[in-house]
């Protein structure tokens, strides 16, 4: 298992402020990324993207982006907010499927990270 702050650092997240926003409390924050993968956020953004259901949509990114930001993952934090913007319109734009495509890359590194934190297999 890799140290807290040398994994998020290299992911590109700002330890020092995230562990503010946790305490000082690093237990605490890995007990919350265990949480992080039962969050349907991410599935419910691609159906609704799916459906064409923009509202959904936004509501289903903009509580992701909100997550990943308390999460001090800044990737994917990022990745979210790219699509959060435009989604507010509640409009078709053709650029959707490739804003969702980068935040499954982003989450999939994140998934990766909390392997290599974890040794093992999200909760």
């Known amino acids: 298992m890799s140290g807290l702050k040398e994994c998020l ?3 590109g997240a700002d330890y020092t402020a995230t562990m503010e926003r946790f305490m000082g ?11 992080f ?3 349907e956020n991410l599935q419910k953004l691609s159906k609704a993207l799916q459906e064409a259901d923009f509202t959904a949509a936004f ?6 982006k909100g997550v990943v ?5 800044t990737p994917l934090y990022e990745a979210v ?15 959707y ?4 495509q980068e935040i499954e890359k982003q989450y999939e590194t994140v998934k990766k990270l909390y392997c290599q934190l974890k040794g093992g297999k999200p909760a």
């Open 81 to 95: 907010c790219a699509l959060v913007e435009p989604l507010r319109l509640k409009e078709r734009q053709d650029e």
């Open 9 to 11: 650092e290299v992911y």
């Open 69 to 73: 930001g308390n999460m001090g993952l």
């Open 97 to 100: 499927p490739v804003l969702y």
């Open 59 to 64: 509501e289903a990114a903009h509580t992701l």
């Open 37 to 39: 993968f039962q969050d």
């Open 25 to 35: 409390n690093e237990a605490l924050y890995l007990k919350i990324f265990d949480l």
